[in-house]
Each structure stands twice: as C-alpha cells, then as structure tokens.
C-alpha cells in the first residue's frame, strides 16, 4: 500500500496498528507525551537509525512525527534521500491531541520537560531582554537582541531552527545510549 506523505491525525489513528511510528522529538518531549506505540529516535540520531528504520520500511508503512510536523518533515526529506519512503503526521502530537486522540505518557518519566518550541521562546527571550539590558551599559550588546531577531526570522522562513538544533543538545534533551539502542534494537526485532 502506497502511504501518502502526511496523514491527519484521524487517518492516523484508523491505521495505528499497522504503521510503525516514529517519533523524532528530544526524549524530554516525548516523555511528555507520544503516540501510542511510538518509537523515540531524536532527529539528530537519524542517520545512526537508517540500517534499523531501513528494516522497518521493508516491514510495512512509516509514520514520522514530532511536535508540529516541521521535524517530522526534515526527517521525512532525510529518510527519502536514502532510499525510505515515509509519511508524517500532519500537524504532529499537536494536532493528534486537539483531535482529542490520547497521547501515552509513560510512568517513569521523572522530569518534565518542556516541547522545543517552548524552551526556543524561553531562551529568545532571555537573549533578547539581556541584549536589551546589556544595551543600557553599553549600545553594541543591543547586536544580541539583533541577531536573536534575525535567526528568528530565518528561521520562520527556512522552517528550521539552529537555536533548537543547540538546545536539542543540551543533557537533558539527549537520549540515554541505552534507551536509543532498545529501540534500534526494537525496530530490527519486528
């Protein structure tokens, strides 16, 4: 069967059972909450994937997802320049939940973690109002609150964003090796 390149959260949810989802939020963002079933591979562990997401595909159909459907898509595009076809969830966990579709939040998730668009505005902020401050001493800091604006408004246009891609970085948005190898291990054992 040929998948579409996105499915409503209802087109979705209809074929839940058949598709292997693949979820490629931080692993603070999924422990918040996931599709039933869902696998979490970080956006950046991609490439590392392929050899087990590869062995999936030849399984059955593939559904990426991820907050809003912007990472889901880049994953997508990467997956398809190595040979895996895939589809995302259009409009992500976001719209799965506004669907009123439950989200799984596993019990041992100990912290809470807040989704990348929320920890992107907290830092943009915080740059941004210490540029302002800074400005007051002196008028060159004010080139911080500039250079926030500008990636902002890159980012908006080439629907990516380098201050997530650095914050996806930070511990507490990283997977634990082990966890990142059971579910590599998860995808080839299917």
Same mark, same amino acid.
């Given at each position: 069967?040929?998948?579409?390149?996105?499915?409503?959260?209802?087109?979705?949810?209809?074929?839940?059972?058949?598709?292997?989802?693949?979820?490629?939020? *931080?692993?603070?963002?999924?422990?918040?909450? =996931?599709?039933?079933?869902?696998?979490?591979?970080?956006? $950046?562990?991609?490439?590392? /994937?392929?050899?087990?997401?590869?062995?999936?595909?030849?399984?059955?159909?593939?559904?990426?997802?991820?907050?809003?459907?912007?990472?889901? $898509?880049?994953?997508?595009?990467?997956?398809?320049?190595?040979?895996?076809?895939?589809?995302?969830?259009?409009?992500?966990?976001?719209?799965? /939940?506004?669907?009123?579709? $439950?989200? =799984?939040?596993?019990?041992?998730?100990?912290?809470?973690?807040?989704?990348?668009?929320?920890?992107?505005?907290? *830092?943009?902020?915080?740059?941004?109002? *210490?540029?302002?401050?800074?400005?007051?001493?002196?008028?060159?800091?004010?080139?911080?609150?500039?250079?926030?604006?500008?990636?902002?408004?890159?980012?908006?246009?080439?629907?990516?964003?380098?201050?997530? /891609?650095?914050?996806?970085?930070?511990?507490?948005?990283?997977?634990?090796?082990? $966890?990142?190898?059971?579910?590599?291990?998860?995808?080839?054992? =299917?």
């Amino acid at each position: 069967m040929t998948t579409p390149h996105a499915l409503s959260p209802e087109q979705a949810l209809t074929r839940l059972r058949e598709l292997t989802v693949l979820d490629v939020r *931080t692993p603070g963002e999924y422990a918040t909450g =996931h599709l039933p079933g869902a696998l979490n591979i970080p956006l $950046d562990q991609i490439s590392r /994937a392929l050899p087990a997401v590869r062995h999936a595909a030849d399984r059955g159909d593939i559904l990426v997802v991820c907050a809003s459907g912007a990472r889901s $898509d880049s994953a997508c595009k990467t997956l398809a320049e190595h040979g895996i076809d895939t589809t995302t969830l259009a409009g992500g966990t976001g719209a799965w /939940a506004a669907a009123g579709h $439950d989200l =799984h939040r596993p019990e041992e998730a100990s912290r809470a973690t807040w989704d990348m668009e929320r920890q992107v505005r907290l *830092t943009a902020g915080a740059l941004v109002l *210490t540029g302002l401050g800074l400005g007051l001493l002196d008028p060159a800091f004010r080139l911080i609150s500039a250079a926030v604006a500008g990636g902002l408004a890159f980012s908006a246009l080439a629907n990516s964003c380098g201050m997530a /891609a650095v914050l996806a970085k930070l511990p507490h948005n990283r997977p634990r090796r082990g $966890d990142l190898d059971a579910t590599l291990a998860s995808l080839l054992d =299917h």
